[in-house]
């Protein structure tokens, strides 16, 4: 094959995912990342011999992320470890391992809602099991789809009711039909993001139960196995330099401007970075149909979090009190009935803490717009971050007595320090605002016509998340790989 050159904005699972297959096809592959570091949110960062992860704290491969790894022969090279999910409130923990457990534990803690729970469970066993069933034979690579249709109507003939069920429906909603006790649904509600579709909601517990992971080593290891890929394969990537501008010329992309001024030129430019961003700032309203910039203008970003990092040193007595994790993740409801989320990974993975140390992660979400970002409101930034850092560290004391005394590490990050490090908008955590009401539908080749130009990562197919950035990317992948084959035969002719 000729080597087409392939220009790619963003280091992030989905630059460094699209950049592999491309690579690995002979193209001659470049990613600008901005950052001093690859991974995007699926990065770490180390303090003291801490492990920190920078965004998720574990994913579901959801039938994407295992066999893309498996694909590129990189299965072998990075190993993850299963994660876990409770709710806890009080002093009761419920551990999220499968729909009968959860069901039998919910029960003796409010045995008044036996005919609700029962109902609500089964609809989640089904719809959850039928859907880890439908992704897990190829469908998100548009294979097997016949064959997985038939073997569910098979197997799991109910799954079609629960679909059903799900279909038009929220998360808020369907706990609304099925759940009678406030407090019972308030315990619900608090899991995922705040307002997503019934089906994402039967894929949530999908991922709880059976497909929740950990990479061992942090999650930069996981960006750094596809990253030696690359290189391994002839790509490069330059880190610390920002892409300014798509360069287009008569309707197609045939470049980039970095920060410093300089040109580079490429037969195609695929942008992993942020797509509202993308569109106004690199490539240009005047370039854009006034429908797309219309569609852009209304969009809204998926909630953003503040997140707070300890690093634990250990005691007789702490170490007693971290038992209180069942599993590595807990939503915990405070006693005034507001939700953190806590993850212990150094639970299931203790190579990313010292001996005998924990890395914690405390997290709550936190609209973008209560945080001041003028350049004359540093000094009130901080104020209001360190007063936040220590309301979330009191909250997660409710849940685990003592953490205050066992911290030797802490680090917090706001909406505002998320996107700064990634430039997603808003600090946005996994591409656009998980609620139908609010989800921007994209007919890329209507909406875009630019050629040459490919858009992929969390914001090119709903909901986002680490599947989707890498799924996008297998897409265009092959899509370039495909019209890079034409031009080469083409040419020979
Ligand atoms: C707190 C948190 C929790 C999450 N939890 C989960 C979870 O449980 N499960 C799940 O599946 N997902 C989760 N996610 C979402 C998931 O991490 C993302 O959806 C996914 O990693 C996005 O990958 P990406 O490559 O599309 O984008 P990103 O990771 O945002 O990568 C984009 C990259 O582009 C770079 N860039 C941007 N602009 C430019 C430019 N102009 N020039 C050069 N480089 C540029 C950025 O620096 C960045 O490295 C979570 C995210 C966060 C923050």
């Given amino acids: 094959m000729s080597q087409k050159k392939i220009i790619i904005i963003g280091g992030g ?14 193209l001659k592959v470049t990613i600008f990342e901005k950052h001093i570091q690859i991974g995007g949110y699926v990065s770490s960062f180390v303090r003291k011999g801490f492990i920190f992860p920078s965004g998720p704290t574990s994913f579901g491969s959801n039938g994407v ?14 190993k993850f470890v299963e994660s876990g999910f409770q709710i806890s409130w009080e002093n009761h923990d419920v551990a999220l391992d499968n729909a009968n457990s959860v069901y039998k534990s919910l029960l003796e803690l409010y045995p008044g809602e036996k005919r609700d729970l029962s109902h609500y469970f089964r609809w989640v066993k089904i719809g959850a099991i039928g859907f880890h069933e439908s992704i897990n034979n190829g469908m998100m690579f548009g294979r097997n789809i016949i064959k997985t249709i038939v073997k569910l109507i098979i197997h799991h003939p109910l799954f079609i009711w629960a679909l059903q069920v799900a279909k038009k429906q929220t998360n808020r909603s ?138 634990l040193r250990n005691s007789a007595e702490f170490s007693e009190k971290l038992k209180r994790f069942k599993n590595s993740h807990a939503y915990f409801t405070c006693s005034d009935g507001v939700d953190i989320q ?3 990974l150094s639970k299931d ?46 909250r997660a004391e409710e849940f685990l007595p003592g953490l205050r005394a066992h911290i030797e590490v802490q680090e917090s990050a706001t909406p505002l320090t998320f996107e700064r490090y990634t430039s997603n908008w808003k600090g946005s955590t996994a591409g656009w605002n998980w609620n139908p009401k609010f989800l921007p539908h994209f007919d890329f ?16 197919f709903n909901p986002g998340g680490v599947p989707t950035a890498m799924i996008t990317a297998w897409y265009i992948a092959h899509e370039i790989i495909k019209e890079s084959e034409v031009d080469y035969l083409r040419s020979e002719l």
């Avoid at 190579?351 to 000094?379: D, F, M, Q, V």
Wanted: hydrophobic share 40%; net charge negative.
């Fill in 13 to 26: 699972l989905a630059g460094l995912t699209v950049a592999a297959y491309l690579a690995r096809a002979g």
């Fill in 65 to 78: 992320v295992f066999p893309v790894l498996k694909e590129l022969g990189l299965d072998e090279k990075q």
């Fill in 174 to 311: 369907l706990h609304n039909h099925f759940i009678d006790n406030d407090d019972l649904r308030k315990k619900m509600n608090q899991l995922g993001y705040p307002v997503m579709s019934g089906k994402n909601t039967l894929g949530m517990w999908g991922t709880y139960f059976f497909d929740s992971w950990v990479p061992i080593g942090g999650f930069q290891e996981f960006a750094n196995t596809l990253a030696s890929f690359v290189q391994q394969n002839g790509g490069e990537i330059h880190v610390g330099e920002q892409v300014n501008r798509i360069l287009v010329k008569d309707g197609k992309a045939y470049g980039v401007e970095l920060n410093d001024g300089e040109i580079a030129h490429s037969d195609f430019v695929v942008s992993a970075a942020d797509f509202k961003c993308t569109c106004f700032d690199l490539i240009g309203k005047e370039h854009l149909p006034k429908s797309l910039i219309h569609k852009l203008e209304n969009v809204k970003p998926s909630e953003p979090v503040f997140s707070v990092w300890l690093g």
């Fill in 342 to 344: 806590l993850a212990l």
């Fill in 349 to 394: 993975d203790p190579s990313i803490a010292p001996p005998e140390k924990h890395c914690l992660t405390i997290r709550r979400l936190s609209s973008y717009e209560n945080w001041p970002s003028g350049r004359n409101e540093i000094e009130n930034y901080k104020i209001i971050k360190n007063a936040n850092c220590e309301e979330l560290i009191a």
């Fill in 445 to 460: 080749e209507k909406d875009l016509p630019l050629k040459n130009f490919y858009p992929i990562g969390h914001y090119v």
